[in-house]
């Protein structure tokens, strides 16, 4: 037998094998994203670009869970280990039944491209809504949970390679992510744009890494030194994969301009520790070899690294070994699964305001309402980007046509367009609204003008020239606010919206985000009361454009909650609930500790309102004398708690010791002597909606 076909061998001697039995031209062959069959080698061709963001990705039928910044609302890590663990089950299930078919094709196979955990650092950012937000803190708990979830836990196989990207330092603008070189610091780029990275490579063991297109301070991602070996393999000891962007390679001759050609941009990529192209690059390797810019050997490295993952897939060994390959098919939207898409839609909804109590709505005692926007019948905003398909979409209208009595008139008018100038046509909308009580506005963003440059529609790549209601529909939401009757906004998008003047006006406002396939009937749960909301916002809302620094830089000067002076619209954290909780007796356990402690404290929390409820307590620490430039505020911990009516529970928290660190001017952590401040609450301290208490302690 075979080496490579010996399972009772160690997964390295048998890649050694493989691959000191292929020609050079088929070692090159194999470093890019659609790699050919080796039928003399038994190697079936494999595509290794598969999504599955929320969801089993441009494969046919999938359960569709709510988009990843919905995730993050949730602010529940244990439930996003769960959405994960039902998406490798899906994932997993279509792989070994198109395998059974001979459908290799892309999006089919096990290597997911997921999750993207950069920060959310400006809200006019297209692709913001893939990520968890704005906090390194809140993206890593969830990224970890997340990539624990996809590869699962078999001692000898992984259950799907997951896929942290953009490595590094990635956030937008999209028309310039092909050339721009982003500058950071060594203390920002370690305080707030690695820590996930980090995380998902030492806590969670991150099979592969996606790098980004951009420069980082010089550097193209993708070929950078620093981070590919500097950073992610000699200091955090990273020994899988790293797979490019899609193109990144050839931006460094075509856009980069830091190559002349093809073959310098491989050499480069693979030298420095870029083992797979997404893309068509990497055949110039062969011309590389012969140009003397790298040899066979160093191309090894890369080859043997990217056979390790399949090798730990189970893909050269036989199904009957491999204990994920008995998922069954029927796991695939599944009653389970379409249920936790619900769970999560109706935990990641943000009540923003609800003046006088108007929700919940008490279905038994209304007879008419009205639905008007364009956001109300769109399947757009259950899908968001990246998506499967699912036969179970419902949308918000539809949600609310199903929660109530058959015999309740709802009307329903679109209002308006999602863009342009094409005015309301107010007539038709008084005609059609007629004797409701009440009007439900259905508007926001939707993924047509919030996206990847090259999906979106907009006029800048996909990304938010606006943060704003687009003029339409704000007119829109103006006219139905002056027709005196109580008006509720329910708000889609996936990022920060400016809506300063219904905040206002308008008598309630529900975030619903884009809120995946059972999206409809979860705002229908929350507006009639079968739900009571928990959200939190993982991102600031700002006033307007004019709170924002320029788009182009990454230095965070006055953006996120971190490091904003001025009042934002509503704050990162910020969520209310239909009942009232209060917290008391915050106590420290020491309020003197050593460098190396972690700071244990508990926190009562009481329900005091009157419906059941979940809130989730934050947990936020100041540094007050910090000798180096740090956050005002930083998130250092976080519980989700359910308390029936006049429920009363303890919570203990522990802050990590390294939560205390800050960073000196080479990105090196420290922890110092000197005075903390740590508050617990319902969202950040200076948040009217907080109630938070605060307690100090020492470092000596």
Known sequence: MEKYKDTSLPIEQRVDDLVSKMTLEEKISQLIHSAPAIERLQIPQYNWWNECLHGVARAGRATVFPQAIAMAATFDTELVFNIASAISDEARAKYHAAVKKNNRSQYFGLTYWTPNINIFRDPRWGRGHETYGEDPFL????????????????????????TPKHFAVHSGPEELRHEINVKVDNRLLNETYLPAFKATVQQAKAESIMGAYNRLNDEPCCGSKTLLQDILRDKWNFDGYVVSDCGAICDFHQHHKITDNPAESAAMAVINGCDLNCGHTYPSLLKAVDDNL???????????????????????????????????????????????????????????????????LDKNNISNIAVVGPCAMSQSVLLANYHGFSPNLVTIMGGIVAAVNPGVQISYHKGCDLLGNKPVDKASIEFTIGTAELVIAVLGSTPEFEGEEEDATTDCGGDRSDIALPKCQQELLQYLHSMGKPVILVLTGGSAIAIEWAKNNIDAIVLTWYSGEQGGHAVADVLFGDCNPSGKLPVTFYKSLEQLSDFEDYSMENITYRFMKEEPLYSFGYGLSYTEFEFSNLKLKEDKIEQDSNVEL???????????????????????????????????????????????????????????????????????????????????????????????????
């Open 294 to 360: 790298i040899t066979e050997e160093q191309i090894d490295i890369s080859v043997k690294r990217i056979f390790k993952a399949r090798f730990k897939l189970g893909m050269f060994d036989d199904d009957k070994d491999v204990p994920y390959s008995k998922i069954p098919i029927d796991v695939i939207g599944c009653q389970k699964h379409i249920e936790l898409a619900r769970e999560t839609a109706r935990k990641a909804i943000v009540l923003l305001k609800n003046e006088n109590n108007l929700l919940p």
């Open 139 to 162: 993206t890593t708990k969830l990224g970890v949970e997340f990539v624990k979830g996809l590869q699962g836990d078999d001692p000898k196989y992984l259950k799907l390679v997951a």
């Open 602 to 700: 508990s926190v009562e929390i009481s329900n005091i309102g009157n419906l059941q409820g979940e809130e989730v307590i934050q947990v936020y620490l100041k540094d007050v004398e910090a000798s180096v430039p740090v956050p005002k505020i930083k998130l250092v911990g976080f519980k989700r708690v359910s308390l029936e009516l006049g429920d009363k529970k303890k919570v203990s928290f522990e802050i990590d010791s390294e939560c205390l660190a800050v960073f000196d001017n080479n990105g090196k952590p420290f922890i110092e002597p000197g005075e903390f401040q740590v508050f617990v609450g319902s969202s950040q301290p200076d948040d009217n909606a907080s109630k938070a208490l605060s307690a100090n302690f020492q470092v000596i």
